[in-house]
Nanobody
Framework: QVQLVESGGGLVQAGGSLRLSCTAS????????MAWFRQAPGKVREFVAS????????YYADSVKGRFTISRDNAKNTVYLQMNSLKLEDTAVYSC???????????????WGRGTQVTISS
């Protein structure tokens, strides 16, 4: 059974940085794709970034491209989301997801973490 645990959320001022972590236990070939999604209050959950665990290939939403970086540490079974130049509109619950391949589509992921709150203040 795959379990995903996120950490690193918090409150930061606009323009600041945060790094989120997602540690996966029980990983297998069915979890070669890892991703971050986010859901702001009153909005639908949206794709943020994904990474192919085996080759490190990454995808980003246009809204975070150039500001966020997704990476992985194979030895720690951990995926990171480095978030720089944070904006008020980045405020959301950020959730980690795992599936057989990296995708921008939520339905591609069968495993989800509980999420971590990121709040950006002015």
């Amino acid at each position: 059974q795959v379990q995903l645990v996120e950490s690193g959320g918090g409150l930061v001022q606009a323009g600041g940085s945060l790094r989120l972590s997602c540690t996966a236990s029980g990983r297998s070939s069915s979890t070669n794709g890892m991703a971050w999604f986010r859901q702001a209050p009153g909005k639908v959950r949206e794709f943020v970034a994904s990474i192919n665990w085996s080759n490190g290939y990454t995808y980003y939403a246009d809204s975070v491209k150039g500001r966020f970086t997704i990476s992985r540490d194979n030895a720690k079974n951990t995926v990171y989301l480095q978030m720089n130049s944070l904006k008020l509109e980045d405020t959301a619950v950020y959730s980690c997801a795992a599936g057989p391949w990296a995708s921008k589509v939520q339905s591609a992921y069968g495993y989800w973490g509980r999420g971590t709150q990121v709040t950006i203040s002015s």
